[in-house]
């Protein structure tokens, strides 16, 4: 009976030690986890600042950055992301779990003030050395399986205000190695395209503009200023060609308090 209770009393005090132990890794990964999130928006954010100008772009850009890192964390196990992550989650009234953004503002804000006070020049032509130093210290921490999304953000908030500026090319390239990114090249490249096709697509809309404004000045049907205004208001920008090829009756049913007759009336005025 004896060695019973001895047996029993081993058995016990083994389970209590496994559960502690479970206890310590867990809140180990969750702190290298936090630790691997953090590091990612402490990255974005001092990038942000090698080109001169951290304008309103760039910041909307990390708070998407941040968003979209614990949406694709949690997304493939979403039990496993709401234990390591559900603090930045809440209730709704449904009894799903939405993204808590206040959360998120407090975590960021005591980034950003931690990021404020590192020693570097932030307003030089080339990058300050002491940035490769932090760059070293924060690329430790990202783990493996956010290493891609890290350096992806990081690409995106370069792009973000339609200027890859040679600082952040050269700190991307040595980012990269420190995180082992074996398809940097690509992920740039596709990142140039995109900000080639917008800036196509801004020169595209100017064009459209300039023509509604040279159009605009053959607009004139005696009392009926408020529907021509209605009409150019919701149509302003939109291709001219495609407009004037809408029948009446579409643009009646799309343009609201325009009649078929007061559409063809404007229509033709503008083809002229």
Same mark, same amino acid.
């Given at each position: 009976?004896?060695?019973?209770?001895? +047996?029993?009393?081993?058995?016990?005090?083994?389970? !209590?030690?496994?559960?502690?132990?479970?206890?310590?890794?867990?809140?180990?990964?969750?702190?290298?986890?936090?630790?691997?999130?953090?590091?990612?928006?402490?990255?974005?954010?001092?990038? &942000?600042?090698? &080109? !001169?100008?951290?304008?309103?772009?760039?910041?909307?850009?990390?708070?998407?950055?941040?968003?979209?890192?614990?949406?694709?964390?949690?997304?493939? &196990? +979403?039990?496993?992301?709401?234990?390591?992550?559900?603090?930045?989650?809440?209730?709704?009234?449904? !009894?799903?779990? $939405?993204? $808590?953004? =206040?959360?998120?503002?407090?975590?960021?804000?005591?980034?950003?003030?931690?990021?404020?006070?590192?020693?570097?020049?932030?307003?030089?032509?080339?990058?300050? =050395?002491?940035?490769?130093?932090?760059?070293?210290?924060?690329?430790?921490?990202?783990?493996? =399986?956010?290493? %891609?999304?890290?350096?992806?953000?990081?690409?995106?908030?370069?792009?973000? $205000?339609?200027?890859?500026?040679?600082?952040?090319?050269?700190?991307? %390239?040595?980012?990269?190695?420190?995180?082992?990114?074996?398809?940097?090249?690509? +992920?740039?490249?596709?990142?140039?395209?995109?900000?080639?096709?917008?800036?196509?697509?801004?020169?595209?809309?100017?064009?459209?503009?300039?023509?509604?404004?040279?159009?605009?000045?053959?607009?004139?049907?005696?009392?009926?200023?408020?529907?021509?205004?209605?009409?150019?208001?919701?149509?302003?920008?939109?291709?001219?060609?495609?407009?004037?090829?809408?029948? &009446?009756?579409?643009?009646?049913?799309?343009?609201?308090?325009?009649?078929?007759?007061?559409?063809?009336?404007?229509?033709?005025?503008?083809?002229?």
């Amino acid at each position: 009976r004896i060695e019973m209770e001895k +047996i029993i009393a081993i058995m016990g005090i083994s389970f !209590g030690v496994v559960v502690i132990l479970y206890a310590w890794l867990k809140n180990k990964k969750k702190k290298k986890l936090h630790a691997s999130l953090e590091a990612m928006l402490e990255l974005n954010l001092v990038v &942000d600042t090698l &080109d !001169g100008v951290s304008g309103e772009e760039e910041q909307l850009q990390i708070c998407e950055s941040f968003k979209n890192f614990i949406i694709e964390i949690t997304a493939k &196990d +979403i039990d496993k992301g709401l234990e390591y992550f559900g603090e930045y989650f809440t209730v709704n009234e449904e !009894g799903s779990k $939405d993204l $808590d953004f =206040n959360k998120m503002q407090e975590v960021s804000a005591s980034i950003i003030e931690k990021t404020s006070h590192y020693d570097y020049d932030r307003g030089g032509t080339d990058i300050d =050395n002491r940035v490769y130093t932090i760059f070293d210290s924060l690329t430790n921490l990202i783990i493996k =399986n956010h290493r %891609d999304l890290t350096f992806r953000s990081l690409v995106s908030l370069c792009g973000a $205000d339609l200027d890859l500026h040679p600082n952040e090319i050269k700190a991307l %390239d040595y980012i990269a190695k420190k995180l082992r990114i074996k398809n940097k090249d690509r +992920i740039v490249g596709e990142e140039r395209e995109r900000i080639e096709q917008v800036k196509r697509n801004i020169e595209a809309n100017k064009e459209k503009i300039a023509l509604w404004d040279e159009k605009i000045k053959n607009v004139n049907v005696p009392g009926w200023k408020e529907e021509t205004a209605v009409f150019m208001g919701y149509l302003y920008g939109k291709d001219i060609q495609t407009v004037l090829s809408t029948s &009446d009756k579409e643009m009646a049913k799309n343009v609201p308090g325009i009649k078929e007759s007061k559409a063809n009336v404007i229509k033709k005025q503008l083809a002229e």
